[in-house]
């Protein structure tokens, strides 16, 4: 079974960094685009950033400057570096993936969430 592990939330003061990491874990072949999205409480999910197994990478306009993306393949890994964090940024973070099983098939899996608090 695929599953994509997450670490790195926590409390963070506004202008502050976190960096969050997440896995794939289990019997696959292959990872496909990555990505993080966040819901704040009371929103719906939004998209946070992307990156493509080529390196193409996304960001939403409320992140762009402040956020990098990146990733390792070698580790199936994808990583959020969080750069002057704000109070808007509130919220629990998940990790995304598209992995290729053992059958071939593409599976979309998410990560359990991190929470991500700023405040002072």
């Known amino acids: 079974q695929v599953q994509l592990v997450e670490s790195g939330g926590g409390l963070v003061q506004p202008g502050g960094s976190l960096r969050l990491s997440c896995a794939v874990s289990?019997?696959?072949?292959?990872?496909?685009?990555m990505g993080w999205y966040r819901q704040a409480p009371g929103k719906e999910r939004e998209l946070v950033a992307t990156?493509?197994?080529?390196?193409?990478?996304d960001y939403s306009d409320s992140v762009k400057g402040r956020f990098t993306i990146s990733r390792d393949n070698a580790k199936s890994a994808v990583y959020l570096q969080m750069n002057s964090l704000n109070p808007e940024d509130t919220a629990v973070y998940y990790c995304?993936?598209?992995?290729?099983?053992?059958?071939?098939?593409?599976?979309?899996?998410w990560g359990q969430g991190t929470l991500v608090t700023v405040s002072s």
């Open positions: 289990g019997m696959f072949l292959g990872v496909n685009d």
């Open positions: 995304n993936a598209e992995v290729r099983d053992p059958a071939w098939r593409y599976l979309e899996r």
């Open positions: 990156i493509t197994s080529g390196g193409r990478i």
